[in-house]
């Protein structure tokens, strides 16, 4: 469903996430150009992390500008709780014996039992989240599970310290065939903080419960739902794709290998990817926010089962380390695939709701002038 009535636009709503994609667009070829033409150079990575850094200052300038003074403190106070919380305090439940120690199901350092504690502790972030961000909007809650997640995407060990112990192809190909499932478990996470937020919200007072009701809600009996989530899954993917490349290596017979991103490439990618993706469904769609976090994990499940084939495992273990990849985003643990995907979301949709709100703002102080 495409809105037909848009509100005219302000040229400074144009002008600012213009200047954002081009700023985006010239930091994704930079890494790309850098990481083919000159893999091994020693300050591969300071420029990228020069050019992450220049990225993470746009997001902000560009997203807090949308923004009443009172709602940043009120998102940085969500942000910081969150990251206390969460990213340090819990920090023990999934740390592992050695740094290496991957955060995962199958040979890493999730088990059933602190898996429901991880789900509890989403839901009384976003209710933490909501109750901290109020009454600017109960849409914080989210922000606070997903900044403490995140976290741990920076903490955790790699998928190519994981693979060290798969030593064959058989054994590897079981590790992803375990991620194709938990992918759900990490959206659980993320959904346990969105309805503990909402929760919150009718608690204080369904009246004031001022989210703009978006026009495709997710819904089996009807498939308006499909379209938004389709467009997500494949625009946030192609966008993460190029965003996440890092080392490139080409391989005879076989085409280009990857190797193991940093985990800062990994959140750069997926939460940019994700971020444009989002922003414009939620612009052009109206979708529900729990839609946009689905194609995250749509995404996710698609990359484990189509690009971790079999074949492509065996092909690559004949010739390389665990370290390399036949496509830089089979390098990525699930739990960095959902949280930074999702975080990506939830700023591309609330960058988008922002956005519209300033604009009727607008339209409504030019009809009274």
């Known amino acids: 469903m495409i809105d037909t009535d848009t509100t005219k636009i302000n040229l400074k709503n144009v002008i600012y996430p213009a200047a954002a994609l081009l700023i985006l667009a010239v930091a994704g070829i930079f890494v790309y150009n850098r990481a083919v033409s000159d893999p091994f150079a020693v300050s591969y990575n ?13 997001f902000f300038i560009v997203f807090f500008s949308e923004l009443k003074v009172v709602n940043k403190l009120r998102m940085i106070l969500v942000c910081i709780t969150g990251m206390v919380a969460i990213g340090m305090l819990l920090w023990p439940v999934a740390a592992g014996s050695s740094k290496f120690d991957a955060i995962c199901f199958i040979g890493g350092t999730l088990t059933f039992q602190n898996s429901i504690l991880l789900i509890a502790a989403s839901f009384l972030a976003g209710m933490a989240g909501c109750a901290l961000g109020w009454a600017s909007s109960p849409m914080y809650g989210s922000l606070a599970a997903l900044t403490g ?66 026009e495709v809600m997710f819904n089996w009996t009807e498939k308006a739902f499909i379209v938004p989530l389709a467009v997500c899954s494949i625009a946030g993917y192609i ?26 490439q990994i959140a750069f990618g997926l939460i940019a ?31 484990y089962v189509l690009l971790a084939k079999d074949s492509t495992l065996e ?45 009727e703002e607008n339209q409504t102080e030019q009809n009274q002038v």
């Open 273 to 303: 990817g994700f971020g444009i993706a989002a922003f414009l469904v939620r612009k052009h769609f109206k979708s529900s926010v729990e839609i946009l976090y689905l194609s995250v994990a749509v995404a996710a499940f698609f990359t």
């Open 315 to 359: 092909t690559v273990n004949k010739f390389l380390p665990p370290s390399y990849f036949s496509s830089p985003m089979t390098a990525v643990l699930p739990m960095q695939f959902i949280i930074y995907g999702c975080l990506g979301v939830w700023g591309g949709w609330f960058t988008s709701i922002c956005m519209d709100k300033k604009n």
């Open 239 to 264: 966008i993460s794709r190029y965003l996440v490349l890092g080392i490139m290596l080409p391989v005879e017979n076989f085409g280009i290998v990857h190797h193991q991103p940093l985990p800062q």
């Open 46 to 58: 300071f420029a990228e992390s020069k050019v992450v850094g220049a990225f993470i200052a746009m």
């Open 149 to 214: 997640f995140g976290l741990w995407g920076l903490r955790t060990g790699q998928l190519s310290s994981l693979l060290m112990y798969s030593s064959t192809a058989q054994q590897q190909a079981q590790v992803y065939t375990s991620f194709r499932w938990e992918i759900f478990f990490w959206l659980a996470v993320v959904i346990a903080a969105h309805y503990g937020s909402f929760l919150t919200a009718k608690l204080f007072g369904s009246q004031r419960l001022h989210t703009p009701q978006p």
